[in-house]
Structures are given as C-alpha cells and as structure tokens.
C-alpha cells in the first residue's frame, strides 16, 4: 500500500477543514460554530461534564454533558455593534409607538 497517496487523501478530505471540536459540537448539538468559538465551548463543556458527573457521582458523558450545557448555560456571542444595537432599539420604539397609535386610533373610531 502506498501510504503517501494515503496521506494525501486524508489531508485533503473535507473533514479536515474543521476542528475536531467543531466536528463533535456539531454532530451532539447540529449547530455550526466557528473554529474559535467551538475551542471555547469545547472546554466550557468539559467543564460542565466534570461538575455534572461530580454532582451526579457517575459519568455523564459528554453529548449529556454538551447538550444539557447548549439548553441551560450557552449564550451565542453577540457580533452586532453597539450602533446597529442601538438602531435596532430604535426601530422596536418606532414600530412600538406606531403599533400603539394605530390601535388607539381604531379604539377611538369604534362605536358601541
């Protein structure tokens, strides 16, 4: 068997282009992270496994592990600025005040 040919195989195959962690996160969780954020989470959930198993004084494993933190504990980071924040606020208070003239306006127009 040529193991080169072999190598050069696996180093090209798609499954390399992401991290392990990346791989198993997204296999126990079906959701895509990126590579930095799937190292965090990777060991956050480690983490959470181990206080799990100690509370629980068995193993819990880590697809337990990571979904029950995914469910309980994760926050996405958000990537929004602080303008695009502040412009989103300020579009719910212009849909909120339009909202609560229209209705008022129909309240006032309907006679008993």
């Known amino acids: 068997m040529n193991t080169s040919t072999l190598k050069f195989f ?14 198993i996160l997204s296999e126990f969780t079906g959701k895509q992270f990126s590579r930095n954020e799937a190292e965090a ?7 959470h496994k181990w206080m799990m198993s100690e509370k629980l004084s068995r193993d819990v494993g880590f697809r337990v592990a990571a979904i029950d933190f995914m469910e309980n504990f ?25 909202a ?3 209705f008022e306006a129909k309240s006032k127009s309907i006679t008993f």
Do not use: A, H
């Open 10 to 23: 696996i180093i090209d195959s798609p499954r390399t282009k992401f991290s392990d962690e990346q791989v």
């Open 74 to 98: 994760y926050q996405p980071q958000n990537i929004l600025s602080k303008d695009s924040e502040s412009s989103g606020n300020s579009l719910r208070s212009l849909i909120e005040k339009f």
């Open 100 to 102: 609560r003239f229209y």
């Open 41 to 47: 989470l990777f060991s956050k959930i480690k983490n």
